[in-house]
Nanobody, 123 residues
Framework: QVQLVESGGGLVQAGGSLRLSCVAS????????MAWFRQVPGKEREFVAA????????SLSDSVKGRFTISRDNAKNTVYLQMNSLKPEDTAVYYC????????????????WGQGTQVTVSS
């Protein structure tokens, strides 16, 4: 069992940066691939980024490539999402997820989810 708690969301102006953190409980954090998804009201949850258990392999959606970076610190049971050059269309609730493979881009491929953190980007 893995419990995930996100933090770091907030209000930022377009062009600004935020770093989201997701702290996991449980001793097996380092064996899970980790991902970030986001969701706006009325829309399906959207894949943002994922990385392998080792952190060596990553996957990013086209909409965030070149702006967002995903990383992890297994010693701290934490995964990060560094978001730069933010745009109003990045506004969403961001969710951290844990699963078996970093190549998954669908939410049903991940087993554990955090409660989400709101990111709002003003124009």
């Amino acid at each position: 069992q893995v419990q995930l708690v996100e933090s770091g969301g907030g209000l930022v102006q377009a062009g600004g940066s935020l770093r989201l953190s997701c702290v996991a409980s449980g001793r097996t954090f380092s064996s899970y691939a980790m991902a970030w998804f986001r969701q706006v009201p009325g829309k399906e949850r959207e894949f943002v980024a994922a990385l392998s258990w080792s952190g060596r392999s990553t996957s990013l959606s086209d909409s965030v490539k070149g702006r967002f970076t995903i990383s992890r610190d297994n010693a701290k049971n934490t995964v990060y999402l560094q978001m730069n050059s933010l745009k109003p269309e990045d506004t969403a609730v961001y969710y951290c997820a844990a699963g078996a493979s970093y190549s998954g881009r669908k939410d049903d491929e991940y087993d554990y989810w955090g409660q989400g953190t709101q990111v709002t980007v003003s124009s």
